[in-house]
């Protein structure tokens, strides 16, 4: 890939991948209201409608402060039946109503308000140009400070199974980083349970270096009931974690106090190679437990 080839991608990727650009349908309940968890806090939200995506299933959405729980900031929302976006167009202003739960979030009662001018762009450009890596590949060593304030390497974790995946500790929204962590989570249990081998290890790095010290990083673990023997996180120069999580197709950048991001999840096999990408937040548990279970019997 030449110069000018990088330089294009990855500003598509900067412009498009906004916070998990996966295209399958969000697998929800049909979200009528007697169907509604009882844990569920509403918000009324106003903003712009960017993108429709998923056949109507997903909708990328530049909305104002939300006061009380996020700042304004782009995202692709789940809606749990396409007639809410029904006759919408990008560039619509919309109104409507956030419903969050511990473990997920949708939106519903979208309504157009107005129509709104092209916005100029405010993204922060993407300025590290990397190779994007394929299965297969050996993944290249990137130094972190875990949750304890020790150095950790990748490198360290050749002959183990590794699985990755990037947040940052405030990540409000529950399909994002919380889902991710929440899935690591359940697959560290399963491991535990289905398997006397113990060549695994699952880290959870962070690219807000400036914000997740070690120190918040222990106090955001517990909340996960995570085994520093088996689950790290971890943190590290922004550079590095731009170039790792850019070989694998990840796009960060601030929008206000928090960042704007895509998703990946990304397997290493105990030789040290790529052995898989999931590149949105759809993923299940077994399924990566699966991977890690390959990845444990991979050979040099």
């Not at 991948?17 to 806090?41: D, K, Q, Y």
């Not at 990328?60 to 692709?76: C, F, R, S, V």
Request: hydrophobic share 40%; net charge negative.
């Amino acid at each position: 890939m030449n110069q000018t080839h990088k330089l294009m991608h990855l500003a598509f990727m900067a412009v498009t991948v906004i916070l998990a650009g996966c295209e399958r349908r969000p697998e929800h309940s049909s979200g009528s209201p007697s169907e509604f968890p009882t844990n569920v806090t509403s918000y009324q939200v106003k903003g712009v409608l960017k993108e429709i995506r998923a056949a109507g299933w997903k909708a990328l959405i530049a909305h104002e402060d939300i006061p009380g729980y996020m700042e304004a900031m782009t995202m692709q929302l789940d809606v749990r039946d396409t007639n809410e976006l029904r006759n919408l167009q990008p560039g619509d202003q919309i109104a409507f109503r956030m419903l969050v739960t511990d473990t997920d979030g949708w939106i519903d009662q979208v309504r157009k308000t107005g129509v709104s001018a092209p916005p100029s762009s405010t993204i922060t450009p993407v300025t590290s140009l990397v190779e994007e890596l394929e299965v297969g590949a050996p993944v290249p060593d990137c130094i972190l400070t875990n949750q304890l304030g020790q150095d950790l390497r990748l490198s360290d974790f050749k002959g183990r199974a590794l699985a990755f995946t990037f947040i940052f500790t405030r990540c409000p929204f529950p399909t994002f980083c919380p889902r991710m962590n929440n899935n690591l989570g359940s697959v560290q249990r399963r491991l535990m349970e289905a398997t006397t081998r113990t060549n695994w290890h699952l880290i959870s790095i962070s690219f807000d270096p400036e914000f997740d010290t070690p120190a918040r990083l222990a106090a955001y673990a517990q909340g996960y009931q995570y085994d520093p023997a088996h689950w790290s996180f971890a943190t590290g120069k922004s550079e590095d974690i731009r170039k790792l999580g850019g070989a694998f197709g990840l796009a960060f950048w601030r929008e206000g106090a928090l960042f704007n991001h895509n998703v990946r999840t990304v397997v290493v096999d105990a030789a040290g190679r790529v052995q898989k990408i999931f590149a949105d937040n759809e993923w299940k548990p077994d399924e990566l437990a699966k991977e890690m279970q390959k990845a444990m019997e991979a050979k040099p």
